[in-house]
Each structure stands twice: as structure tokens, then as C-alpha cells.
């Protein structure tokens, strides 16, 4: 199992720099996390991610689909996410509500044992954490739903 963390920023590059944080802590084993991507939200409302995986190691087709189904997911298909008990409703919401125009946010996906940490760090440069559990049947759900 694992979980997923969402950190919320005011501004468009500091997800981005939360990430390099994260990467740097882990180098020097302070943290660890199992995968990550950032998520822009332009001022126009359009949404950019940016897959970092690769940067961790390379995890192929896997990964890019289970962060498919998650940004899907979370972003723009809410609705169909609710439908398949993928996520709670709350979660999303709070997403939804959190990331504004000209904001960005930093998903990392984290074993339980190692979120405390990660949430601790995150605090330290965004006012919203949000996260919820991503068992293994969720992800295998949200990996079929980005193939769909």
C-alpha cells in the first residue's frame, strides 16, 4: 500500500522546487519516496504536468500509466473517479478547491511508514498537504482507468 500526497503552492515553479528539495533530501537519505510528478495549473486554468520519474529511476510504462490514472483522476475526470470508489470525494474536492490559477502542486506517491516525514517536509514550504491511502486495488483501478 501506499499514499498519496498532494502539497498545494501559491506559485507556478515552486512545486517544481519542493521537488529538488525532496530529491536532495533522499540522496542523502533523509527521505524517500516512491515516485512524484508536479502539476501546473496556468492562469488561464489550463493544466501541465510534468512526469519526474525518470529523474528517480526509471520505472517505465507502469508508472506512467498508474500517474495517468492519477492525474486523470484527480484533474479532470472527478466524476468517473467517484463512479469507480478510486478516490473519496473529499479528497478530490479539496484538490479541486486547492489548485488555482497560476498555482501548481507536487503529487508524491510514498510508503505509509515514510509519509509522516514527507508531510513534515512538505509543511515546511506549503500551507496545504492534503492525502489520502492508494492501496493496491485503487492502483490497479486508476492504471485501468488511464488505459480506457
Known amino acids: 500500500m501506499s499514499e498519496l500526497i498532494v502539497a498545494v503552492f501559491d ?5 517544481d522546487q519542493a521537488l529538488l528539495d525532496l530529491l536532495g533530501r533522499e540522496q542523502s537519505h533523509l527521505t524517500d519516496f ?9 492562469a488561464d486554468g489550463k493544466i501541465r504536468v510534468k512526469a519526474y520519474h525518470d529523474l528517480l529511476e526509471p520505472v517505465g510504462e507502469l508508472s506512467n500509466d498508474l500517474w495517468g ?25 479539496q484538490v479541486e478547491d486547492a489548485l488555482q490559477p ?31 491511502p492508494l492501496p493496491e486495488a485503487k492502483r490497479k483501478s486508476l492504471k485501468s482507468l488511464s488505459a480506457s
Open 34 to 42: 516512491e515516485d512524484a510528478v508536479v502539476v501546473v495549473k496556468n
Open 69 to 93: 490514472g492519477i492525474v486523470s483522476s484527480v484533474v479532470f475526470h472527478r466524476s468517473l473517479a467517484i463512479a469507480h470508489e478510486v478516490f473519496n470525494p473529499d479528497f478530490l474536492n
Open 102 to 132: 497560476g498555482s501548481s502542486a507536487l503529487l508524491v506517491l510514498v510508503h505509509p511508514e515514510a509519509s509522516a516525514r514527507i508531510v513534515e517536509e512538505l509543511s515546511e514550504l506549503s500551507s496545504v498537504i492534503i492525502k489520502t
Open 11 to 15: 506559485q507556478k515553479l515552486a512545486a
